[in-house]
Nanobody, 118 residues
Framework: QLQVVESGGGLVQPGGSLRLSCAVSGFISDTYDYAWYRQAPGKERELIGVISNNNVIRNYRDSVKGRFIISRDNMKKSTYLQMNNLKPEDTAMYYC???????????WGQGTQVTVSS
């Protein structure tokens, strides 16, 4: 069974940190690129950044540069989003994506909620 499962969301105060995890199973994950997206209420889903299967990071959006870090661990079949200095505008549902372009395969997780509020 193919699964992409996020975890680690929650309520955090402005300036705080959270680390999101995304575990994949049921497919050969180290051939896939991973990405993190987020969607705030009433807004479109937006890309946070991509980490390729060979650990190249690209497409960080400007609003998170210097605060968010994407990483992956192929042995654990996981990707991570370290979020520092969180702001209220970071409040959103965060989604993990796994995909590869050569066969247009992609998988999405169900999301984990991040709320930044005092």
């Amino acid at each position: 069974q193919l699964q992409v499962v996020e975890s680690g969301g929650g309520l955090v105060q402005p300036g705080g940190s959270l680390r999101l995890s995304c575990a994949v199973s049921g497919f050969i994950s180290d051939t896939y690129d991973y990405a993190w997206y987020r969607q705030a209420p009433g807004k479109e889903r937006e890309l946070i950044g991509v980490i390729s299967n060979n650990n190249v990071i690209r497409n960080y959006r400007d609003s998170v540069k210097g605060r968010f870090i994407i990483s992956r661990d192929n042995m654990k079949k996981s990707t991570y989003l370290q979020m520092n200095n969180l702001k209220p505008e970071d409040t959103a549902m965060y989604y993990c994506w796994a995909g590869r372009s050569y066969d247009n395969t992609e998988y999405w997780g169900q999301g984990t909620q991040v709320t930044v509020s005092s």
